[in-house]
């Protein structure tokens, strides 16, 4: 009795107490960053359904041919099947107009634009990052020079650009990678390159360099990784607009050769026999349509995971 007096005289409720500093303290206790990023990540329903939506795409396409197994190579084969030939138990979605049936086409065409469309993607977020790095970090005459050079190449219209460049060079995959890449990374440098501007001029960064840290030290630890949020952003936006370039170029007969196909290719051999097969245009169209809209949500989503407004202090 004498030992509890002692340690709580005035008989308060040290128990409750101590529960409530413990509870207090827990509730102040700082969340990592990416938990943050995550939780305002997953309060957007769109972008938890359009992740859902392309998870079903990718193993739609890429998974699909293993189950549904059809011809989508062998012209002579394809002959022996009857051109533009309705939906049937065979041929869930029917027949396109040279025999091959719609549905394994779509995941043929699937492989190649989604493929091909990340690839371009990633080279455009690379050069863009690059280019927009080195203008902005350096700035002064460097800089001006290399943005009217910027602004000389976003004069031209891209698809002008893009129908320039896709028939001087062979069609193949590799080329409309590369030249679907370097296409799109005019805008995405802007960006970036507004991004270093801003953060070389920081405290901190001024301090690194005071302090005598070199230019690399400053981009590699300052630069860069305050600027992932737009770059992150940009990389999944930059993704959609590949995919889009490329179902730009097939669709006005400039994709990739037979006898591989994207969905571009497909929708234009699929105009000329329209509105009488609607089974070679509609179900295309939608998943298409889709997935541009399901990776710009996703896009917006993570625009807001990474925005520093929204993050607990």
Known sequence: MSQLSETNPFNLDGPSEERARTATSTSNAVVPLWKQRLRIFLQNKLALASVAYLVLIVLF???GP???????TNQAAALFNTPNGPPSA?????????GFDVLGRIMFGGEYSLTLGMLAGIITILVGTIYGMISGFIGGAVDATM??????????PLIFLLLAMITIFPRTSTNLIIIIGIVGWFGNARIIRGDALVIKELE???ASRAMGAGWWHIVRRHVFPNSVSNIVTV?????ADAILFLTTLG???????????DWGTMLNNAASVQPFYWWQVYPLAAIFILVIVAITYI???LRDAFEVRLLER
């Not at 065979?90 to 040279?98: A, K, M, P, R, V």
């Not at 669709?251 to 196909?261: E, Q, R, S």
Request: glycine share 10%; charged share 10%; aromatic share 10%.
């Open 61 to 63: 396409c890429y998974l």
């Open 66 to 72: 293993i189950i549904w197994h059809t011809n989508q």
């Open 90 to 98: 065979h041929h869930i979605l029917g027949l396109d107009g040279s």
């Open 147 to 156: 943005m009217r050079i910027l602004d000389a190449l976003l004069s031209i």
């Open 204 to 206: 901190y960064s001024q």
């Open 235 to 239: 990389a999944t936006f930059a993704v």
């Open 251 to 261: 669709y006005l007969g400039l994709g990739i050769p037979a006898p591989a196909t």
């Open 299 to 301: 896009g917006e989503a």
